[in-house]
């Protein structure tokens, strides 16, 4: 099983990007799925979660401005992000959730462990 993230880059703040995880080598549409990012010096952080079934959460930092979705016929998740920050640059990650179908409520805190398959990470930098 692999998770593979892409579309990271170099933006203006202001702007925005697409990052995109593709998914092989397990029903994708059976788990939910994660992003999270990590900046120089700084622990792993949540940024954005959707269940299997569509539910997402996002992290107060970034509700608002992004946007989590999925399409399960490319086995694809994606995070759109908008009027992006300094702050918000860091090397992001997707993840897929341990657990198939797991019930989505809107106020779980979502942390690394919930999460079992890894991508590689995508950079994003932000300039001022």
């Known amino acids: 099983v692999q998770l593979q993230a892409s579309g990271g880059g170099l933006v203006q703040a202001g702007g925005s990007l697409r990052l995109s995880c593709i998914a092989s080598?397990?029903?994708?549409?059976?788990?939910?799925m994660g992003w999270f990012r990590q900046a120089p010096g700084k622990e792993r952080e949540f940024v954005a979660y959707?269940?299997?079934?569509?539910?997402?959460t996002y992290s107060d930092s970034v509700k608002g401005r992004f946007t989590i979705s999925r399409d399960n016929a490319k086995k694809t998740v994606y995070l759109q992000m908008n009027s992006l920050k300094p702050e918000d640059a860091a090397v992001y990650y997707c993840?897929?959730?341990?657990?198939?179908?797991?019930?989505?409520?809107?106020?779980?805190?979502?942390?690394?462990?919930?999460?079992?398959?890894w991508g590689q990470g995508t950079q994003v930098t932000v300039s001022s």
């Open positions: 959707i269940s299997w079934s569509g539910g997402t």
């Open positions: 080598g397990r029903t994708f549409s059976n788990y939910a």
């Open positions: 993840a897929a959730d341990r657990v198939p179908f797991r019930e989505y409520f809107s106020d779980r805190v979502y942390v690394d462990g919930d999460f079992d398959i």
